[in-house]
């Protein structure tokens, strides 16, 4: 049988073992995260250099200030329809990186509760008469720590769910501002 040191320095070891298990997953997801982006924005970045390109050569080949003003409104809305769904993109990107963090963190804070609340009953099952209130305070501690957890991952999906509400309102704001000065162009 285990002393409460082997019992503590085991629970200790697994538990850094953890902690680097968890590093290693978000730092991973983060890279991720970050050649998405990178990604996007070079094909982005190509994108805009080619349109911008043919955009140029059809407004200087405008025959007369009207021509020019139609086409300058014509390239206005597709201009705009591009920067709403990169912004949708990006914000997908960022969520869906989010989601990620937060499984991995929910997966190995709800591993470490389990592995600590089953050291504190063995260790309360060995543990020399008298100590019974120190085991039901770290018990209580334990249970303090997972509610407080429950409560940060609650209020964390709230931010993340207002966070979404907030880019699609901007977003709708941005489609409905670019249509009217498209319209408002073509006037």
């Known amino acids: 049988m285990f002393s409460f040191q082997d019992q503590f320095s085991a629970a ?9 298990a968890l590093i290693t997953t978000l730092t991973s997801k983060a890279f991720e995260g970050v050649e998405k982006l990178v990604e996007l924005n070079l094909t982005a970045v190509k994108s805009s250099l080619e349109e911008s390109t043919v955009n140029a050569k059809q407004l ?9 003003l139609a086409l300058s409104t014509s390239q206005a809305k597709p201009s705009a329809e591009k920067a709403l769904a990169y912004s949708r993109h990006v914000a997908s990107i960022a969520t869906s990186a989010q989601a990620e963090f937060t499984r ?7 591993e470490t509760s389990r592995k600590v609340s089953a050291l504190v009953d063995d260790v309360s ?3 020399p008469a008298g100590s ?3 085991i039901a305070m770290m018990k209580s501690v334990i ?9 940060l991952t609650k209020s964390t999906k709230q931010a993340v769910q207002t966070m979404e509400a907030n880019v699609t309102s901007a977003t709708e704001q ?10 408002a162009a073509k006037k």
């Open 12 to 20: 200790t070891k697994a538990n850094f073992e953890a902690q680097l």
């Open 60 to 68: 200087m080949a405008a025959k007369d200030p009207q021509e020019f």
């Open 104 to 110: 991995a963190a929910e997966a190995q804070i709800a």
């Open 125 to 127: 099952k060995n543990a």
């Open 132 to 134: 019974e209130n120190v």
């Open 143 to 151: 249970s303090n720590a997972n509610a407080g957890y429950e409560q």
């Open 174 to 183: 941005f489609t409905q501002a670019a249509d009217k000065a498209t319209r």
